[in-house]
């Protein structure tokens, strides 16, 4: 009976999040990186590598970081967080599980498209790779 009713209160948050949301944005270039975009996302790393067993809430500053990215070119890069990439780049574990459910928590709405464009790519790289650094040859 109790597990009903979890399932019952995701769908009415799901289907909530859905009706409410606004009509996918005008795409434009997608970034050449994505370490800009999840600078922006920074407020949501505590909650995306927490150990605890208890699921808190996200900070009102990471909903509201997460929003802006999915309704700009820049949700691409959310691919990164999707595929479990990020944990490389961050140097420590990201709970897939909260990577799931943070767009439930925060009620944003991830637009069927951005997982086409996951699968389907291009996705930027997280950091641009350097040029070669150009050395004197010797003869």
């Known amino acids: 009976m ?4 979890v399932y019952a209160f995701i769908f009415l948050l799901i289907a909530g999040a859905v009706a409410a949301a606004p009509p996918p944005p ?22 995306l ?32 967080a999707i595929g479990n990439d990020l944990s490389e780049s961050l140097l420590t574990h990201v709970d897939p599980i ?9 009620t944003t709405y991830l637009p069927p498209t951005l997982l086409i464009k996951c699968f389907l790519g291009p996705v930027p790289p997280i950091t641009r790779p350097r040029p070669p650094s150009s050395s004197p040859t010797r003869n």
């Open 26 to 47: 005008n795409y434009s270039q997608p970034p050449e990186e994505c370490m800009p975009t999840f600078q922006e996302l920074n407020e949501c790393i505590s909650f």
């Open 98 to 106: 909260r990577v799931a459910i943070l767009p439930l928590l925060c």
């Open 49 to 80: 590598v927490a150990h605890d067993s208890v699921i808190g809430a996200p900070t009102s500053g990471c909903c509201s970081a997460l929003r802006d990215v999915v309704r700009s070119p820049a949700d691409v890069c959310l691919c990164h």
């Open 2 to 5: 109790a597990i009903t009713k």
